[in-house]
């Protein structure tokens, strides 16, 4: 058993599997940032998330204690993805970085929760079925990762490291909707259903966009460096222009436009741009493809 133990405490052989922590430096914490998550759902939806009870008298109230708390919990979170992602020096001086950081977070938190009521809206009026917005706040997963990425979004536009990340994959893990943070999406987005749509960091979607379960916005194979290795930071994933709708299991991938107004059907492959207007079919694809071949 000693051996194996000695096997395993050989950090050497490690390399970038195992962390080295620092004597009083934080880890970030995902108990933290649900935290931080439903904090900011409850300022974002007042009265619909939380236990407290809002009304007139008692939402500015309310809405001080959240800000409060969410102003302390973000400001130990982001210092922890600093002191991470290991670029800047763990110190005193990091503290204050953290606090400007977390302030400006939350100085966009009106304009993050207009954005959201534009989702909210769009997820109401693109299904039959929803009887009332607070129907799609409190049940339509759509909401709760389009909700996580919006947060994320913001923070990572702050050169927040690594916490934006773990927000978005905390509503991957429990939506099935794997929205990367760096991805830029318009107002009067939906996802209907949302079950194993998948948006990539480089996507931008425009306004008035809906997608369908299945949909992903990916990437292609991309190009390696001279050792062998995927070049990152390249500019790899769909840009969706306007009141574009992509139905279920289509995937959509490489640095490719899709035009304003376009219409893409079920289960289609496009790696190339498709112009404003167009209506991608199954059947009109095979028939252009048939059309190929015969030439």
């Known amino acids: 058993m000693q051996h194996i133990i000695q096997q395993l405490a050989e950090i050497g052989k490690l390399k970038n599997f195992c962390h080295e922590q620092g004597d009083d430096v934080p880890m970030p914490s995902i108990e933290a940032l649900g935290e931080v998550v439903r904090i900011a759902r409850a300022l974002l939806f007042p009265g619909y998330f939380g236990d407290a009870v809002i009304n007139e008298q008692t939402l500015l109230y309310h809405i001080g204690i959240h800000v409060e708390r969410l102003q302390g919990l973000l400001i130990r979170q982001i210092k922890s993805g600093l002191c991470f992602d290991g670029t800047l020096s763990c110190n ?174 079920g289960n289609i492959w496009v790696d190339k741009d498709v112009p404003p207007g167009a209506k991608l079919r199954q059947n009109a694809l095979r028939a252009e493809q048939e059309a190929r071949s015969e030439e």
């Open 92 to 265: 005193d001086g990091l503290e204050s970085t953290a606090r400007r950081k977390a302030a400006a977070f939350i100085e966009q938190l009106p304009d993050i929760r207009k954005q959201l009521q534009t989702d909210v809206v769009a997820a109401y009026n693109g299904d039959p079925a929803a009887k009332s917005y607070g129907e799609v706040i409190f049940c339509y997963p759509a909401i709760r990762a389009i909700s996580n990425y919006r947060i994320a979004h913001a923070l990572l536009r702050l050169d927040v490291p690594l916490i934006p990340r773990i927000i978005t994959e905390m509503a991957h893990s429990e939506t099935g909707i794997d929205i990367h943070p760096g991805a830029t999406i318009g107002n009067y987005f939906t996802i209907d259903h949302g079950t194993g749509v998948v948006i990539g960091e480089t996507a931008v979607i425009g306004h008035n966009v809906k997608l369908y379960q299945g949909v992903t916005l990916g990437a292609k194979s991309f190009p390696l460096d001279a050792d062998g290795n995927p070049i990152k930071g390249i500019d790899r994933h769909p840009k969706i222009g306007n009141n574009v709708i992509i139905y279920a299991n289509s995937t959509i991938l490489g640095n490719i436009r899709v035009g304003d107004g376009a219409v893409i059907g």
